[in-house]
């Protein structure tokens, strides 16, 4: 498989599964990808790369302007049960504007509604708070893409319903097992293709899914993913489902698979093992929302599904936004205002300034060295290279 960009791998091998780093050069990006030889995790790998790159993700905390060619100021957004779903009308305007460009006013783009085929605009900073990276697949061409990302969904769908309402799971007899490995049916009564593996040490664990229409390949996703951790960030089983269900601790499973999990996920199981006869992955009832992202010969999608795919709260967008620095970015940047800036800064407790601005400054500046930043600054090079990636995406 070829990269966008160019990169740097390093393999290692865990148990049974060759683990790859890929670096890219002279750029702050980085992936991984895991498989049962080096080929394998190396597609992994680079396939991440590819996604986060040509869906933008990569791209989402930095100050890029004109981020999205086809992005447009429209009132027109979403639409009535859209609107009502992630609750428009109880936020402020500037609650939806994007983090990346200089426009403040609400930037939407537009993704295609699969029951309808009609176009329907979201704002880029409702999906950039909500979604994160959940969805988006990389592939040669797009039927394959689609189910990567179709399956990632339910995936993780169901792995935050198992967690968020500690639902203990039926084992299952597979060689995989051992002392501390455990792989579980997790299809919750046969609704869902996905099955389950853990990893538990004393009062530790990691909890990881795997999402196929074949079965044998949903086992390998999630022992795959559980090998891909190396044992290294670790839950703890815990009693308080009240904070299980908090969203830091939801989001901890997302990142790296180290939240906590209630211990009932030790009981008697709910659910009795299931007759694997999946042939499709419409589970689910609901509308879908797509957009496909071209460059070159390579092909990505981004598929949401509202209500299903949410990684974060929808409050995130009133309450813990990620557009704030584009409020103070201008004055930071043109060395203007410097108490103005102070008291923003200190109000949002900032430690890196540019991290909270979206730039890469050639040093990092802490709240106090702002003196020091406003004797003059300069890029890193790395930030140059994201902006000049940025705009030959959307040359193409």
């Not at 070829?2 to 992936?31: G, Q, R, V």
């Not at 447009?72 to 609750?87: A, G, P, R, V, W």
């Not at 319903?161 to 299952?172: A, H």
């Not at 904070?243 to 999990?261: A, C, M, R, W």
């Amino acid at each position: 498989m070829k990269s966008i960009i160019e990169c740097n791998l390093n393999y290692k091998n865990f148990l049974d599964a060759t683990l790859c780093e890929c670096k890219a050069k002279n750029l702050p990006f980085k992936s991984f990808g895991k498989g049962f030889n080096q080929n394998e995790a190396k597609i992994s790998a680079i396939g991440e790369m590819n996604e986060r790159i040509l869906t933008r993700n990569y791209f989402e905390e930095y100050y890029v302007d004109s981020l999205y060619p086809d992005a447009i100021i429209t009132d027109k957004f979403l639409n009535s049960k859209l609107y009502e779903f992630y609750n428009i009308k109880n936020l402020e305007k500037e609650d939806l504007f994007d983090f990346n460009s200089d426009i403040f006013d609400i930037l939407s783009i537009p993704f295609i509604h699969k029951q309808s085929g009609k176009y329907i605009y979201f704002p880029i900073n409702l999906i950039h708070n909500i979604y994160a990276s959940n969805g988006m697949a990389f592939h040669t061409n797009l039927k394959d893409a689609y189910y990567n990302a179709k399956s990632e969904i339910i995936e993780r769908f169901v792995k935050f319903q198992v967690i968020k309402y500690g639902l203990p799971l039926p084992k299952i007899a597979h060689p995989y097992n051992s002392e501390k490995i455990q792989i579980y049916d997790a299809t919750l009564d046969g609704k869902y293709p996905v099955m389950a593996a853990s990893f538990i040490e004393n009062d530790e664990v990691i909890l990881s899914f795997g999402c196929d229409l074949d079965k044998n390949k949903a086992i390998n996703k999630a022992y795959l993913e559980l090998l891909q951790t190396e044992f290294k960030e670790r839950g703890r089983f815990l009693d308080d489902i009240d904070y299980i269900k908090e969203p830091v601790n939801l989001t901890q499973h997302f990142i790296n698979l180290s939240g906590d999990i209630h211990s009932n996920f030790l009981k008697k199981p709910y659910f009795d093992k299931a007759n694997w006869n999946f042939e499709t992955l419409n589970v689910f009832n609901k509308d879908e929302y797509f957009r496909i992202y071209r460059y070159k010969n390579f092909i990505a999608i981004q598929v949401i599904i509202p209500e299903i795919s949410e990684v974060y709260p929808i409050d995130d967008l009133k309450y813990y936004n990620i557009n704030k620095g584009k409020f103070i970015r201008n004055d930071i940047l043109n060395l203007k205002n410097k108490q103005k800036v102070l008291n923003y800064l200190y109000e949002n407790a900032v430690w890196d300034i540019g991290e909270f601005i979206g730039v890469i400054f050639n040093k990092k500046y802490t709240i106090e060295e702002v003196d020091k930043l406003y004797d003059g600054y300069e890029f890193d090079e790395k930030y140059k290279n994201i902006l000049s990636l940025s705009k030959e995406l959307n040359e193409i």
